[in-house]
């Protein structure tokens, strides 16, 4: 069953800080995160293996609460590079493929 | 490190004809590839896991008949789509799965255009 995200969308101004969240109906093993441009495939941001985990890398971030099935991804200072679409993708224990959430368009306007 | 392509980035073709889809792991070895395909503004959608060595594993509804999947190396699995139609125009893209780490690295995906 498909993770779901939260917002579908936002728009942000330069600087601005935004928290997309990814939420599972299923026990997870591992969250994965994504941004991907228009016509570009999507690039890995970090994955997320034990429950309690949090990593970050320049100003994006993110958590992963094993108990609530849930991952949350921080961007802070937003930068125009950072417009694209969010994608979760959750790992679940016995099965290799990826599940994919929906999706969460951000755009950072100047 | 970690870099997938996928060859060819577009393709145009016919009604009725066979194309095929390449994805190399450039710089890692894959037991484990996959195949999504993805319609605008839409989440990606799997379709099948490549097995190096062995059978693809099909996602429920997808024609294996249909999407023939070869992954006949620890760096190359090959995506043919026969008889294409209209409707199977889409951007394809690969993933390949690290082993030892679990993360998956997409290729940069391919148009594909049925006319």
């Known amino acids: 069953q498909q993770p779901v995200q939260s917002p579908q969308a936002v728009i942000l101004r330069e600087g601005e800080d935004a928290v997309i969240n990814c939420s599972s109906s299923?026990?997870?093993?591992?969250v994965h995160w994504y941004r991907q441009k228009h016509g570009e495939a999507p690039v890995f941001l970090m994955i997320?293996?034990?429950?309690?985990e949090q990593k970050g890398h320049d100003k994006i971030s993110a958590s992963f609460n094993e108990k609530k099935q849930q991952s949350s991804l921080y961007l802070t200072a937003s930068q125009l590079s950072y417009s694209g679409t969010y994608f979760c993708?959750?790992?679940?224990?016995?099965?290799?493929?990826?599940?994919f959430g929906s999706g969460t368009r951000l755009q950072v306007q100047p | 490190g970690a870099v997938v392509s996928q060859h060819p980035s577009w393709v145009i073709c016919k009604s009725g004809t066979s194309v095929k889809i390449e994805c190399r792991s450039l710089?890692?070895?894959?037991?484990?590839m996959f195949w999504y395909r993805q319609f605008p503004k839409q989440s990606l959608m799997l379709m099948a896991t490549?097995?190096?060595?062995?059978?693809?594993?099909?996602e429920q509804g997808v024609e294996k008949d249909k999407f023939l999947i070869n992954h006949a190396s620890l760096t190359l699995s090959t995506l043919t789509v026969t008889s294409a139609h209209p409707e199977d125009s889409s951007f394809y893209i690969c993933s390949a799965r690290l082993d030892t780490h679990n993360e998956q690295f997409f290729g940069p995906g391919t148009r594909l255009t049925v006319l």
């Open positions: 710089d890692f070895q894959a037991t484990t």
């Open positions: 299923k026990a997870l093993y591992s």
């Open positions: 993708g959750t790992g679940h224990t016995g099965r290799r493929a990826l599940t």
């Open positions: 490549s097995n190096e060595g062995s059978k693809a594993t099909y």
């Open positions: 997320l293996l034990k429950g309690g």
